[in-house]
């Protein structure tokens, strides 16, 4: 069945969340939601960081590990009222006086039995007796059948009660909101910056057979690799194995070329006068090199980011290397500058803008 909604990236999505919970908390709107997405497209990780915004306890249920009563809760006979009565699972929210958010997890792969107990919980946020408190947001995620996961058609029945979002891989959306505040390897994030179209290759790996496919969740894996695994001969091994052979075997020349160019600490820590000659010499080494700066400032160092990335427009000048005429020096320049920028507003760091001299000419030289 098809998902006949507007896809839209994970930043979207999670913006879409974002205003559904402040309605929800101002009594204007009550709403369940759900995600749809390929595996590994970064929906756990909108819920997970939506809970930490909100300050939200979030009761995280994977729907393909539980039966009906595990949400309906345990039976008890009460001698006095002569009557059963039931014990509610400590996986629901209970707490009045604490926000909460329930996520329903790999609702599409859920058995069907368990599927009416689940409409109770989307529709009337309850189960038996127990009444979700007001202040639980509730979102359900889930994998398609053409997605290549395990997975049953929503009947309408369901689908009815939920608010569909369709999440898509977009990878200037996952770099700008999630590679570069997770401060994911440099490497990564400038490979994706040159070579969108493999941030998600679930569908080209479906339709040639493939088992191992390129996914938002499968690269911030790989970045842990590269920081984690010293020896480099097991380390392309990992990541063969995890963004399938040929993605591979292209990322590993590209990392390499990095890891040979790229000097971001000698970079920081030389004489102005000498950085010229540290700068990469091409357009990935030099993504990469903005993408390092980004994560690795500080206060103590943003001045010296700040000049760093002001003179990466100015290198075909500095280096008197034809070789820089032809690669976009202006455009990178003014990326890195407002990607340094939004990490310094984020820590309070603004202060060096002000005062930076580099900062002032490379303003002084866009001024019309």
Known sequence: MTINTTPISAGRALD?????????RAGTLTASWMLHGRPGIGKTEIVSQLAAETGSRL???RLTTIEPQDLRGLPFYDHDARRTVWYPPQD????PDRPAILFLDELTAAAPALQPTVYGLLQERRVGLHVLPANTFIVAAGNTVDDGAIAYEMGTALSDRLIHLSVVAEA???????AVPQGLHPAVTAFIRTRPDLLDTTADALQRGRMIACTPRSWARVSAILRAVPDRTLRDIMIAGTLGDAAAAEFILLEQEIAATVQV??????????RTALYPANLHGLTALVYALVTLAER???????AIVADIRRLGTLRDDPAFARLPL??????????????????????????????????ADRAP
């Open 92 to 95: 629901l929210p209970d707490d």
């Open 59 to 61: 009761f995280d249920l």
């Open 16 to 24: 879409a969340l974002r205003a559904g919970h402040a309605a929800q």
């Open 330 to 363: 202006a455009e990178l320049t003014t990326y890195g500058m407002e990607l340094l920028i939004e990490r310094a507003l984020a820590q309070g760091w603004e202060e060096a803008f002000r005062t930076s001299q580099p900062y002032a000419a490379y303003m």
């Open 265 to 274: 600490s000698d970079m920081v820590a030389a004489r102005p006068s000498d």
């Open 172 to 178: 200037s959306d996952w770099i700008t909101r999630y």
């Open 300 to 306: 103590e160092t943003l001045p010296d980011c700040i």
